[in-house]
C-alpha cells in the first residue's frame, strides 16, 4: 500500500507514517516544517522516519500546489491521509491568518488533489473542539457543530464541511477523523501536558487554567494509531446500510468519526498523575479559563467501536508515565 501522509513530522502523523512504515507499507510525508513550535523536534521525527525502508518526505507548504502534487506524482497514492494544519487553541487567538492559509487553503488543495488522484480512502484529521458550545456530553458525531468557539475550531468545522462536499461531488471515499486531547512520546511542546512536565523537572510553576476544575477525554497516542490504522480499512460507502449511530452521509461516502474513549479524566488528577510519573511535587497556580476553552470534552465511542471493534483504553497513568519516559530519554535526563 501506499500512502501519502501530510503532517508527517507532526506528533499525530510522525506516529501514524511509523506505525504504517513498520507494516512494509510505502509512505510519502509533506510537511513544511514550519516554526511554530520547535522545528529541531519536527525534523528528530522526519529523521526517524527516515531510518525505516519505504519513506520519502517532501518539504513544503500545503499551500503550495504544484509540490503537492510532485509528492503525489511520486507516491501514486492509495491511500491519503491530511493530518497536516496549523494547530493550537489559543495561538489562533494571536495569529488567526495562519489558519486560514493553512487549513482553508490547504486542505481545499489536498481535496483538489484527491479528485485528481481518486484515492481508494481520504481520511482527514478534525478535532472535538468543532462541538463548541456544546454542553450535552458525551459529544455524538451526529450532534451539531454549529457554534464554534474559536477561528481554529471554525477552520476545522469548514475543513470537515468542504470535504464532504468533494465526497459529494466527487464520489472520494472520506472519513473525518475528531481528536480528542491526544498526547503521548513525541508530542507538541505547546500542549498543556508537555509544559506541566517540562515545568516539573525545571521546579518552576504551573498555570492550570479554569481553576482545575476541567475535564478532558484524553487519548493515548498509541490508541489513537490503533484507531487510524483500522479506519483505513473501512472506508465509507454510499447508501451502505446504517450501524449504530452512524454518522455516515445520506448524499456521499463521508462521515466523522470521534476518537476518544469516552473516559473524561478531571485535570488535577492528570496533574497528580505526571506528579508520580517525574516524582517530585508540582506548584500549581489556579488562574480562570482562557477565552475559547471549554471546562470538559467527552467522546461518545460508540460508532468508533461500532466500525472497527476498538476504542481507545490507555489509563492515563500508563500514558502519563510512557511521556515522561520519553520526555527524559530524549531531553538526556538522568
Known amino acids: 500500500m501506499h500512502v501519502l501522509v501530510t503532517g508527517s513530522a507532526g506528533f499525530v502523523g510522525f506516529h501514524v507514517a511509523r506505525r504504517l512504515l513498520s507494516e512494509g507499507h510505502a509512505v510519502t510525508g509533506f ?11 519536527k525534523a528528530a521525527r522526519h529523521a526517524v ?19 503537492l502534487e510532485a509528492a503525489a506524482n511520486e507516491a ?19 495569529q ?10 490547504g486542505t481545499f488543495n489536498v481535496l483538489e488533489l484527491a479528485r485528481q488522484r481518486r484515492p481508494q480512502h481520504l481520511l482527514i484529521a478534525s478535532t472535538s473542539s468543532v462541538y463548541g458550545a456544546n454542553t450535552a456530553m458525551p459529544f455524538a458525531e451526529r450532534d451539531r457543530t454549529d457554534h464554534p468557539l474559536t477561528l481554529y475550531a ?9 470535504a464532504h462536499s468533494y465526497a459529494h461531488l466527487w464520489k472520494v471515499p472520506t472519513t473525518a477523523f475528531r481528536f480528542f486531547t491526544v498526547y503521548g512520546p513525541w508530542g507538541r511542546p505547546d500542549m498543556a501536558y508537555y509544559k506541566f512536565v517540562r515545568a516539573a523537572f525545571a ?28 479506519l483505513i480499512d473501512r472506508a465509507p460507502v454510499e447508501g451502505a446500510p446504517v450501524i449504530e449511530d452512524d454518522s455516515l ?51 461518545s ?34
Not at 510537511?31 to 523536534?41: E, F, R
Not at 527516515?50 to 500545503?62: I, N
Not at 491568518?97 to 493553512?102: I, N
Open 154 to 162: 471554525a477552520t476545522k468545522k469548514a475543513t470537515e464541511d468542504m
Open 301 to 334: 465511542p460508540t460508532l468508533l467501536r461500532a466500525l472497527i471493534g476498538y476504542v481507545p483504553t490507555t489509563p492515563v497513568e500508563v500514558g502519563v508515565a510512557r511521556f515522561v519516559d520519553w520526555y527524559k530519554d530524549y531531553n538526556a535526563i538522568a
Open 96 to 105: 488567526p491568518r495562519a489558519y486560514v492559509s493553512s487549513n482553508l487553503v
Open 203 to 230: 521546579g518552576e510553576p504551573i498555570e492550570v487554567y479554569g481553576h482545575g476544575r476541567m475535564s478532558r477525554d484524553f487519548t493515548f497516542i498509541d490508541d489513537l494509531v490503533e484507531a487510524v490504522r483500522r
Open 76 to 94: 501514486a497514492p492509495d491511500i491519503i491521509i491530511h493530518l497536516a494544519a496549523q494547530a493550537g487553541v489559543r495561538h489562533s487567538l494571536e
Open 49 to 67: 522516519l527516515g531510518r525505516m525502508p519505504g519513506f520519502r518526505p517532501h518539504v513544503a507548504a500545503l499551500e503550495d500546489m504544484a509540490a
Open 249 to 299: 452521509s445520506p448524499a456521499a461516502p463521508y462521515r466523522v468519526v470521534n476518537m476518544g474513549g469516552g473516559q473524561p479524566v478531571p485535570l488535577l488528577s492528570y496533574i497528580d498523575a505526571i506528579e508520580r510519573a517525574v516524582g517530585r511535587p508540582i506548584e500549581r497556580r489556579l488562574i480562570p479559563m482562557q477565552k475559547g476553552d471549554v471546562e470538559a470534552t467527552t467522546a
Open 31 to 41: 510537511d513544511d516544517l514550519n516554526g511554530y513550535y520547535d522545528v529541531a523536534l
